[in-house]
Structures are given as structure tokens and as C-alpha cells.
């Protein structure tokens, strides 16, 4: 059965420093990968998505996520963030080919202190 | 923007009581999902549905049970809540045609049995 580790549960930093948010997932078969964010009190919005081509993915915000199959990783970038990107990001993945539902990993808190 | 809705948005009941989370979603989407989330952890898919009188049970056993008499409304009832079912309870919903579709998310339900 796939799994998604997201290595970090909580990343603390300031204002306007780089973040990464790591993600590692078990398939060894061909998957789709994604990125969603949780605002507080709010439903989970997709950020980004991996589903073939390129390795480097961008999405909305500002944010990107380099596939790695080699390393089975998913890693979240975003090179200056931001007071308003204080969220829960999670990690999720799903064989492609077919119709299976999305395996999430236990989410990243970030912190953006001013 | 997604068009889900999820009522009510916090509940609060006192053990024994039956309950039912109200889903729906205006775009049509044929695959509809309900999602357990406790701080923490992974959410864990724990009922979805194809479409009209389509109902599986998901990863992680519950008990709860769904019903989806029409394609845009898909509830979730606990016919005798317990303070083990306090959790946010998030919907979402998905178009079946394709190689990949987005899955949309609604608010969420943060329960609280007493």
C-alpha cells in the first residue's frame, strides 16, 4: 500500500526566508503527486500538482515542487514567504492510470513570523 | 472557486445523540468523498461514492454511513454519537472523466461530542 512521510510536522521561519517542506512517498510505481493547503477554518485548496513531464512544478503562490523519482520525493519550495502563508500543507498521492482515491500524508504546520 | 458547501460549519452534542453532516456541491461532480481529520494526522477517507446510489466505505472504518440520493448531495450520519467521533469531517468532490481530476474540498464540520 503507497504511503506519504512529510518529514517535518512543524517549520518555523521569518518573513521573507526561503522554506522547503519535504515530502516522501512509497510507490514504486507510476504516481501523481500533490500539494494542498488548509488556511485556518477553511477545506484544503490544491497548490500544485505532478502528473507527468516536467520534474519542476509550479503552482499558485509563489510556491514549487520538484518530483524526484529516484528519491521517491516531493519536496515544497517557495524562495521568500510570507505573514499570509501561515498554513497546514499536506502531501498526498495517487497511482495514475487509474481511478484510486488520494493518500495524504500528517500535514506540515508552517509558521511565518514578521 | 469550489462550490461545496458543508452544514453545519461546528457542532456541538452531548453523547447518544443522532446526527447527520450535510454535503453538497453545485458543479456536477460525479465522485463525492467524506475525509476524517484529526490534529495531527493524515485525513483518512472514510466513506466516498460514484454517483447516485453509489456508496463504498474508505480506509479507515467508521461508524458512520452515507447515503446519495442525488448527485449533488452526499450526507453523513452517526446514528449515536460518541465522543471517540470528535473530528473535523471534510467533504469533497470530483469529476470521473479524465486522467486526473481535481478534487474540491468543502469547509469542514468540526464536531464535538460531549
Known amino acids: 500500500a503507497q504511503s506519504v512521510t512529510q518529514l517535518d510536522s512543524q517549520v518555523p521561519v521569518f518573513e521573507e526566508a526561503p522554506v522547503e517542506l519535504r515530502c516522501n512517498y512509497s510507490s514504486s510505481v507510476s504516481v501523481y503527486l500533490f500539494w494542498y493547503v488548509q488556511y485556518p477554518n477553511q477545506g484544503l485548496q490544491l497548490l500544485l500538482k505532478?502528473?507527468?513531464?516536467?520534474?519542476l512544478v509550479k503552482g499558485i503562490n509563489g510556491f514549487e515542487a520538484e518530483f524526484n523519482k529516484s528519491q521517491t520525493s516531493f519536496h515544497l519550495r517557495k524562495p521568500s514567504v510570507h505573514i499570509s502563508d501561515t498554513a497546514e500543507y499536506f502531501c498526498?498521492?495517487?497511482?495514475?492510470?487509474?481511478?484510486?482515491?488520494?493518500?495524504f500524508g500528517k500535514g506540515t504546520k508552517l509558521s511565518v513570523k514578521p | 472557486e469550489a462550490d461545496i458547501y458543508q452544514t453545519p460549519r461546528y457542532l456541538v452534542i452531548g453523547t447518544g445523540k443522532k446526527i447527520t453532516l450535510e454535503c453538497s456541491q453545485t458543479?456536477?461532480?460525479?465522485?463525492m468523498y467524506w475525509y476524517q481529520q484529526d490534529p495531527g494526522m493524515e485525513l483518512h477517507l472514510i466513506h466516498y461514492?460514484?454517483?447516485?446510489?453509489?456508496?463504498e466505505k474508505g480506509d479507515l472504518s467508521s461508524e458512520s454511513t452515507v447515503s446519495r440520493i442525488r448527485t449533488e448531495h452526499f450526507p453523513l450520519t452517526l446514528e449515536s454519537a460518541r465522543p471517540s467521533h470528535t473530528s473535523q469531517y471534510l467533504c469533497?468532490?470530483?469529476?470521473?472523466?479524465?486522467?486526473?481530476?481535481?478534487?474540491?474540498f468543502g469547509p469542514g464540520t468540526r464536531l464535538t461530542v460531549l
Open positions: 461514492s460514484y454517483g447516485v446510489n453509489s456508496t
Open positions: 498526498a498521492v495517487r497511482s495514475s492510470g487509474s481511478q484510486g482515491n488520494l493518500i
Open positions: 505532478y502528473l507527468s513531464g516536467s520534474t
Open positions: 458543479m456536477g461532480h460525479d465522485k
Open positions: 469533497a468532490s470530483t469529476r470521473m472523466q479524465g486522467a486526473y481530476n481535481e478534487q474540491f
